[in-house]
């Protein structure tokens, strides 16, 4: 069982709507990620913080608006959203996300969006 | 792209068969990373090979890794119903950015 948690696990939202995705988790990692997985395509990383700050964003559109409120929490905050944004969103985290880290990344079961 | 490829894109076993797939990739690595994705599910981390590593084994699974050839496989052997699922190679550039590969979608068949 993954100790990374996410709600919802489905989302059904209109174009116009503003939603949030979240995510949880309680080992102590001080690294925590977004990741976007269209159907049948390998995850795609989106952003990366490490010790509550961004760290990397992939050149995300800024309808994906992320927040990190403490080390155990990840939002996602979404808004105006396009059908093609559909996907299954997955947080994720590890020990650190410092160069040579190589640390173990966990996953959650992942957030289904469906945008109409 | 720095996405990996792996191949076959689909392996279908039947139960107590080994089944091997092939990650290939472009760029130097700090390590490579093996998940399983159940169909509509999460990412199951499996195992984590580093770039001054070879092989590696848990259980079942058996990894190698050649950096010479930028390539890594993935054995599982006695395979089981129940080891159904895409698996995907992850390599990590040094800032524990994964970059997956394409996958693998191995059915196993009872």
């Known amino acids: 069982d993954t100790e990374v948690t996410q709600t919802p696990k489905h989302l059904v939202m209109g174009m116009t709507n503003k939603k949030s995705l979240k995510c949880e988790q309680h080992m102590g990692h001080r690294a925590m990620y977004w990741y976007k997985q269209k159907a049948k395509k390998p995850p795609e990383l989106m952003f990366v913080y490490s010790y509550e700050k961004l760290s990397i964003n992939e050149s995300v559109p800024s309808r994906f608006s992320p927040e990190c409120p403490n080390s155990s929490l990840l939002n996602l905050h979404l808004h105006a959203l396009q059908p093609e944004d559909s996907a299954l969103y997955l947080c994720?985290?590890?020990?650190?996300?410092?160069w040579g880290a190589g640390n173990t990344i966990y996953f959650g079961e992942g957030s289904w969006l469906t945008v109409v | 792209s720095q996405q990996g490829e792996e191949d076959p894109q689909a392996l279908s076993i039947q139960e107590g068969e080994n089944a091997t797939m092939n990650c290939s990739y472009k760029t130097s690595i700090n390590n490579l990373q093996w998940y399983r994705q159940n169909s509509g599910r999460g990412l199951v981390h499996l195992i984590l090979i580093r770039s001054n590593e070879r092989e590696k084994h848990s259980g079942r699974l058996r990894v190698t890794l050649d950096t010479s050839k930028k390539s890594s496989s993935l054995l599982i052997t006695a395979s089981r119903a129940a080891d159904t699922a895409s698996y995907f190679c992850?390599?990590?550039?040094?800032?524990?950015?994964?970059?997956f590969g394409t996958g693998t979608r191995l059915l196993v068949s009872p």
């Open positions: 994720a985290s590890s020990q650190s996300s410092e």
């Open positions: 992850a390599t990590d550039l040094g800032f524990q950015k994964l970059v």
